[in-house]
């Protein structure tokens, strides 16, 4: 028993000084004393525990959970898989629900909802929060492990315990899982000479896809452009880039990549762009994450477009995934993600993470002034989800009226400028 846990701190305790040598990606480096002094606290506390507790305690669950505890305190997107669940979740199944999640608030996050998914046709929606999946806590699973439980064989159920502001008390709700696959960039007129771009995700090929959408509109006449990132919240790093090539002069940075012990890398522009000199605007949201939000920024950043709706989620660092040698998964952010102005897209204090906006909208009187005209106050009852769909339908058509009539005036400012110069 004494060389089991002697085994187990061991294992532990070179995790946490590997850490700590590393230094972590976020500006909070522990002092290697004060480490050592941490570790001889820990051993402390696990020698009390296998000596004087009195039943006899499971030191691997113990240890785990330890393990666990420290790495998803570093930062929302770490996270340890134990080695039999990895294999358990290794083959999840071909069916999902249309979540997108991370951890806060110890539990899992809704990032995004899928468009046309279960979880949206139940009305599931960013900021819902899963308490449990099957029955399991999500506060005792990593991010990677509830995004995999959500996943199953097609035509499968998965029973969820969802706290949403605006209900009392957590619900519990079934999913049917199905196939999601990947939309493409979708391009329509919205008027004759204001184009809008929907790219739903940054998968594999959507640059290309996106930019053909977009000679399309071009050619049938479209003056200013609007690009819908809401909910955006998956994809590659790399197919955000190409795209934002395809709107910024050659040599533009779109993001640098930062390390550990200030390793730089950046990712600049290098063709010439293929949408100039037309006003673009870019709706977002607390679903925009990720690819989306690096997207957003390298076009806000250098002037090339207007941010509408309201803050971004804030995912911005570069996870790396390692099998470690019992099987199980670390994930570690490796690189921060720093947008052309110098700013990062994340931040410890999430109020902070994420882009701002440059027009804000819903305000805070729209929202007031949907629930005076919408609900009755004499009535005590808690608002119907019919409500908040009205609500989200509302905020989304604002947003939108919002960025036409930006786009409208930067048109005919455009125009007058062109008379101008003419005469």
């Not at 029973?159 to 999913?175: D, F, G, H, M, T």
């Not at 979708?186 to 995700?201: A, H, Q, T, V």
């Not at 640059?207 to 071009?218: P, Q, S, T, Y």
């Not at 410890?348 to 804000?360: M, N, Q, S, T, W």
Request: a negative charge; charged letters at 30%; glycine letters at 10%.
């Amino acid at each position: 028993m004494a060389e089991r846990v002697k085994f187990l701190v061991l294992s532990v305790s070179t995790l946490i000084v590997a850490y700590a040598l590393v230094g972590g990606l976020l500006p909070q480096v522990v002092g290697q004393e004060e480490t050592y002094q941490d570790l001889s606290l820990f051993s402390a506390v696990l020698d009390h525990v296998r000596r004087d507790y009195v039943e006899e305690p499971d030191l691997n669950e113990s240890l785990r959970g330890a393990i666990e505890g420290m790495v998803e305190a570093l930062d929302p997107y770490a996270g340890f898989v134990a080695a039999e669940v990895y294999r358990e979740l290794q083959e999840a199944g071909q069916g999902d629900v249309g979540l997108i999640v991370s951890k806060r608030y110890g539990y899992a996050y809704v990032v995004a909802v899928t468009p046309g998914s279960p979880a949206e046709k139940i009305g599931l929606r960013t900021g819902d929060l899963l308490e449990a999946v099957e029955g399991r806590s999500t506060a005792l699973m990593s991010a990677w492990e509830v995004q995999r439980r959500l996943r199953g064989p097609e035509g499968s159920e998965v029973a969820l315990k969802v706290i949403r502001a605006r209900r009392s008390e957590p619900q519990e709700v079934s999913l049917t899982r199905c196939r999601i696959e990947p939309r493409p960039p979708e391009g329509k007129l919205l008027e004759e000479d204001i184009g809008m771009l929907r790219i739903p995700s940054f998968h594999k090929g959507t640059a290309a896809e996106a930019e053909k959408a977009i000679r399309d509109l071009l050619e049938r006449g479209a003056k200013a452009l609007l690009i819908d990132l809401r909910s955006t919240a998956v994809g590659s790093l790399e197919e955000a880039v190409h795209l934002a090539d395809a709107f910024l002069p050659a040599g533009a940075t779109i993001v640098e990549l930062r390390g550990k012990g200030g390793e730089r890398k950046v990712l600049s522009s290098s063709r010439s762009p293929l949408v100039e000199e037309i006003p673009v605007a870019i709706l977002i949201d607390g679903g925009t994450s990720g690819p989306a939000e690096v997207f957003a920024a390298a076009l806000r950043d250098h002037g090339a477009a207007t941010l509408i709706g309201e803050r971004t989620d804030g995912r911005g660092v570069v996870v790396r995934e390692r099998t470690l040698h019992d099987g199980s998964l670390l994930m570690l952010p490796v690189e921060v993600l720093v947008r052309p102005s110098g700013e990062l897209i994340s931040a410890k204090e999430l109020r902070k993470a994420g882009l701002e906006p440059d027009v804000e909208i819903p305000g805070r009187d729209f929202v007031s002034n949907f629930y005076f005209d919408h609900i009755d106050d004499e009535s005590g009852d808690e608002l119907s989800d019919e409500f908040y769909a009205e609500l989200d339908a509302a905020v989304k058509g604002e947003q939108l009226r919002e960025a036409m009539s930006l786009l409208r005036e930067k048109i005919e400012n455009q125009q007058g400028e062109s008379l101008k110069q003419a005469a």
